[in-house]
């Protein structure tokens, strides 16, 4: 059968056209390759370079925000210096805020010669001598008042500690829900339990005197020298400065409180032995002597009554003294 020659020509076009076609990427294949490698080395490099970028970056806001932690802490330790000069021994007039009395010195002045002369005249109506007296006069008007504020400001400050784990996990919640920090501390001033409530009550007093928050909680340790409380106010300084996920370190925080609370119960519960056995060997003289007064009065009364058994009795209390400190320094156990 004749082949149509339309056909045979249609062939030989698509013939020349596959062979020039082959020819030009025979020629142009290693042109074509390399500028196919180029915009890929180009593409890899330009990614590499701006994931360098961003590395670089994120080290210098790593390395910024460090810095600023640092700086933080320094000032934080800065003030601290400052502060432990009163920490240790407090003023009178901060020792009566601490212990939530509503006092001035002028109060606490008139309530010591109160007591002064209440204590002297007792100690002169049972028949005490001039000396013991006028002993007992002085221990009235300079001890036992700052022993009661004392005894008061210790036991606000074990009820602040007991409350501060709350009062922070529920700044932690309210953080978690969206409010700030500020309206956190607003609502522990108004929800708390006491002490906690009085004392942030205050803090949101100083921040609408134009005070930041920072800056109000430094002013809460200053009043509540405790460390839980010095361990909120660097959380919330370092936060001021540095930023970074607070919920976060307030639930750190919460947490080290709790266990700093149980670590306590457990020394307590572990040193009641002895300071059970420190209570009896300190009373034990006091009951004897007492004992041996209502039994024979004159056998013992001669210890307040001839003045070398005077003497005997102000080395005996002194010495009595000496031993109860050095056990009650044995015992008393911090953390």
Same mark, same amino acid.
């Given at each position: 059968?004749?082949?149509?020659? *339309?056909?045979?020509?249609?062939?030989?076009?698509?013939?020349?056209?596959?062979?020039?076609?082959?020819?030009?990427?025979? #020629?142009?294949?290693?042109?074509? #390759?390399?500028?196919?490698?180029?915009?890929?080395?180009?593409?890899?490099?330009?990614?590499?370079?701006?994931?360098?970028?961003?590395? *670089?970056?994120?080290?210098?806001? #790593?390395?910024?925000?460090?810095?600023?932690?640092?700086?933080?802490?320094?000032?934080?330790?800065?003030?601290? =210096?400052?502060?432990?000069?009163?920490?240790?021994?407090?003023?009178?007039?901060?020792?009566?805020?601490?212990?939530?009395?509503?006092?001035?010195?002028?109060?606490?002045?008139?309530?010591?010669?109160?007591?002064?002369?209440? &204590?002297?005249? %007792? /100690? =002169? !109506?049972?028949?005490?001598? +001039?000396?013991?007296?006028?002993?007992? #006069?002085?221990?009235?008007?300079?001890?036992?008042?700052?022993? !009661?504020?004392?005894?008061?400001?210790?036991?606000?400050?074990?009820?602040?500690?007991?409350?501060?784990?709350?009062? !922070?996990?529920?700044?932690?919640?309210?953080?978690?829900?969206?409010?700030? +920090?500020?309206?956190?501390?607003?609502?522990?001033? &108004?929800?708390?339990?006491?002490?906690?409530?009085? @004392?942030?009550?205050?803090?949101? @007093?100083?921040?609408?005197?134009?005070?930041?928050?920072?800056?109000?909680?430094?002013?809460?340790?200053?009043? %509540?020298?405790?460390?839980?409380?010095?361990?909120? /106010?660097?959380? &919330?300084?370092?936060? /001021?400065?540095?930023?970074? *996920?607070?919920?976060?370190?307030?639930?750190?925080?919460?947490?080290? +409180?709790?266990?700093?609370?149980?670590?306590?119960?457990?020394?307590?519960? $572990?040193?009641?032995?002895? =300071? /059970?056995?420190?209570?009896?060997?300190?009373? $034990?003289?006091?009951?004897?002597?007492?004992?041996?007064?209502?039994?024979?009065?004159?056998?013992?009364?001669? +210890?307040? &009554?001839?003045?070398?058994?005077?003497?005997?009795?102000?080395?005996?209390?002194?010495?009595?003294?000496?031993?109860?400190? %050095?056990?009650?320094?044995?015992?008393?156990?911090?953390?």
């Amino acid at each position: 059968m004749p082949i149509n020659p *339309n056909i045979a020509i249609l062939a030989i076009a698509l013939l020349v056209m596959l062979s020039v076609g082959a020819i030009f990427y025979a #020629t142009f294949y290693q042109r074509i #390759t390399s500028e196919k490698r180029k915009e890929k080395r180009f593409s890899m490099v330009s990614s590499s370079a701006t994931d360098r970028a961003e590395a *670089n970056s994120r080290k210098v806001d #790593t390395a910024q925000r460090r810095r600023n932690v640092q700086a933080t802490l320094k000032d934080i330790e800065v003030k601290q =210096k400052h502060q432990a000069s009163r920490g240790r021994n407090p003023p009178m007039s901060l020792r009566l805020q601490q212990a939530g009395l509503k006092w001035k010195m002028s109060h606490f002045i008139i309530f010591s010669v109160i007591s002064a002369i209440v &204590i002297g005249t %007792v /100690a =002169k !109506v049972l028949g005490a001598p +001039l000396l013991a007296a006028l002993g007992a #006069t002085f221990a009235g008007g300079f001890g036992f008042p700052r022993f !009661v504020v004392n005894f008061l400001r210790k036991r606000r400050m074990n009820a602040f500690i007991n409350e501060l784990p709350n009062a !922070v996990e529920v700044i932690v919640r309210g953080v978690k829900a969206g409010l700030p +920090l500020n309206d956190c501390v607003r609502m522990i001033a &108004i929800d708390a339990n006491e002490p906690v409530r009085t @004392e942030f009550r205050f803090a949101v @007093e100083t921040m609408q005197m134009g005070m930041t928050i920072d800056q109000a909680v430094g002013r809460l340790y200053e009043r %509540v020298p405790l460390p839980e409380v010095n361990f909120f /106010a660097i959380v &919330i300084a370092i936060q /001021a400065k540095a930023g970074g *996920n607070l919920s976060e370190a307030l639930g750190n925080l919460a947490r080290v +409180l709790r266990e700093r609370k149980k670590m306590r119960a457990k020394i307590q519960a $572990m040193s009641m032995e002895a =300071k /059970a056995s420190a209570v009896i060997i300190g009373a $034990m003289p006091i009951i004897v002597a007492v004992l041996v007064y209502i039994t024979s009065p004159d056998y013992i009364s001669i +210890l307040w &009554i001839d003045p070398i058994g005077q003497i005997i009795m102000g080395i005996s209390g002194l010495w009595m003294l000496m031993g109860i400190l %050095v056990m009650r320094k044995m015992i008393n156990f911090d953390i």
